[in-house]
């Protein structure tokens, strides 16, 4: 194992402290593990947490600022963040008018998030929650019961952030998020396993010349494995099965390419046009796009696709400003 770090176990702590060094716009709690906005979003509008196990950066904290994120809440990698930590952060967020959980679906998160928000409204806080499923590529897996909440996580938290940061109330808020999880779908595939820090090795054995389609962002099995084949190929196998579970056709969509932490750009673009090509041949309208790792695997080689059906309200609070980490533009 290569990596830059001095011992596995103090791995988040200390890169939640470079996080606050590099970020003053941001407020670490080191104790807590939570990342909030340092200058809070106005009273009376509704609070936005997300987060989950560390490992996908900049997936959640990149995510905190205007716009966006009010909280995430780091775990341990790949690791769910305990209940006690999820409510602090809830807390921390309340403006008076409630706040919504967006959670991926893996066990850990959806119980954890579920016992915080009991936890929060035994203090007078109300919480909604939409659970993430947006993974194409099994109906059940190692971790969850239904579909793994993957790529579609960044674009919502988007769109719904910028809804709380025009003064949507909760309920507005949360029928957003439920209506935007309906509309997105996600594939991915792997080159290459991720090393977890405290594990020391791959996750799993992936042979130079294999692939593996339909892979977690944990490292979980996809839906098979199978020879390399050219780029245009693997796009097809991205593509097919999402237009397969979701009718896209006729109308426009928010399109992210996402590397999984270790593909450099020139391969992300490249595959970003032979995804475009088969969405346009399918009648795909892309009206928005995102290239890069938005959501990863700490240092897996690979990418995933994700699809949202738009129209012109989710295209106008995609193009709200947005003032994170990770996303920036309008201000």
Same mark, same amino acid.
């Given at each position: 194992?290569?990596?830059?770090?001095?011992?596995?176990?103090?791995?988040?702590?200390?890169?939640?402290?470079?996080? &606050?060094?590099?970020?003053?716009?941001?407020?670490?709690?080191?104790?807590?593990?939570?990342?909030?906005?340092?200058?809070?979003?106005?009273?009376?509008?509704?609070?936005?947490?997300?987060?989950?196990?560390?490992?996908?950066?900049?997936?959640?904290?990149?995510?905190?600022?205007?716009?966006?994120?009010?909280?995430?809440?780091?775990?341990?990698?790949?690791?769910?963040?305990?209940?006690?930590?999820?409510?602090? &952060?809830?807390?921390?967020?309340?403006?008076?008018?409630?706040?919504?959980?967006?959670?991926?679906?893996?066990?850990?998160?959806?119980?954890?998030?579920?016992?915080?928000?009991?936890?929060?409204?035994?203090?007078?806080?109300? !919480?909604?929650?939409?659970?993430?499923?947006?993974?194409?590529?099994?109906?059940?897996?190692?971790?969850?019961?239904?579909?793994?909440?993957?790529?579609?996580?960044?674009?919502?938290?988007?769109?719904?952030?910028?809804? &709380?940061?025009?003064?949507?109330?909760?309920?507005? !808020?949360?029928?957003?998020?439920?209506?935007?999880?309906?509309?997105?779908?996600?594939?991915?595939?792997?080159?290459?396993?991720?090393?977890?820090?405290?594990?020391?090795?791959?996750?799993?054995?992936?042979?130079?010349?294999?692939?593996?389609?339909?892979?977690?962002?944990?490292?979980?099995?996809?839906?098979?494995?199978?020879?390399?084949?050219?780029?245009?190929?693997?796009?097809?196998?991205?593509?097919?099965?999402?237009?397969?579970?979701?009718?896209?056709?006729?109308?426009?969509?928010?399109?992210?390419?996402?590397?999984?932490?270790?593909?450099?750009?020139?391969?992300?673009?490249?595959?970003?046009?032979?995804?475009?090509?088969?969405?346009?041949?399918?009648?795909?309208?892309?009206?928005?796009?995102? !290239?890069?790792?938005?959501?990863?695997?700490?240092?897996?080689?690979?990418?995933?696709?994700?699809?949202?059906?738009?129209?012109?309200?989710?295209?106008?609070?995609?193009?709200?400003?947005?003032?994170?980490?990770?996303?920036?533009?309008?201000?």
């Amino acid at each position: 194992m290569k990596k830059l770090i001095n011992a596995p176990e103090d791995v988040l702590v200390e890169s939640l402290r470079g996080v &606050a060094l590099a970020h003053p716009e941001l407020s670490v709690d080191l104790e807590t593990h939570v990342i909030t906005r340092a200058t809070p979003k106005d009273a009376g509008k509704v609070g936005v947490v997300s987060g989950g196990g560390s490992g996908h950066e900049p997936l959640h904290g990149g995510y905190v600022g205007r716009g966006m994120l009010d909280a995430a809440v780091a775990g341990e990698v790949f690791t769910s963040p305990t209940p006690d930590r999820v409510q602090a &952060a809830t807390k921390a967020v309340d403006r008076g008018a409630g706040v919504l959980h967006i959670v991926k679906n893996y066990t850990g998160d959806v119980l954890n998030f579920e016992m915080a928000a009991e936890l929060a409204s035994m203090e007078g806080i109300e !919480v909604r929650s939409v659970t993430v499923d947006d993974d194409v590529a099994v109906q059940d897996s190692l971790y969850t019961a239904g579909r793994r909440g993957v790529g579609l996580t960044v674009l919502l938290e988007k769109i719904v952030g910028a809804a &709380a940061e025009e003064g949507q109330d909760l309920a507005a !808020v949360a029928d957003l998020a439920a209506r935007v999880n309906g509309q997105g779908r996600s594939m991915g595939m792997a080159l290459t396993s991720c090393t977890v820090p405290a594990a020391g090795k791959p996750t799993f054995d992936l042979p130079d010349d294999q692939m593996e389609i339909g892979i977690g962002i944990h490292g979980e099995p996809g839906r098979h494995r199978e020879p390399l084949a050219p780029a245009r190929e693997i796009a097809a196998q991205l593509v097919d099965p999402i237009l397969a579970d979701l009718d896209a056709a006729g109308g426009p969509a928010i399109v992210m390419l996402n590397g999984m932490g270790a593909s450099p750009l020139i391969e992300l673009y490249l595959m970003y046009g032979e995804v475009a090509a088969l969405l346009e041949k399918a009648g795909v309208t892309i009206a928005r796009n995102l !290239v890069g790792n938005y959501i990863t695997s700490l240092d897996m080689a690979g990418c995933s696709l994700t699809v949202l059906k738009a129209d012109d309200e989710l295209l106008r609070l995609w193009d709200a400003p947005v003032v994170t980490p990770g996303l920036r533009w309008g201000a």
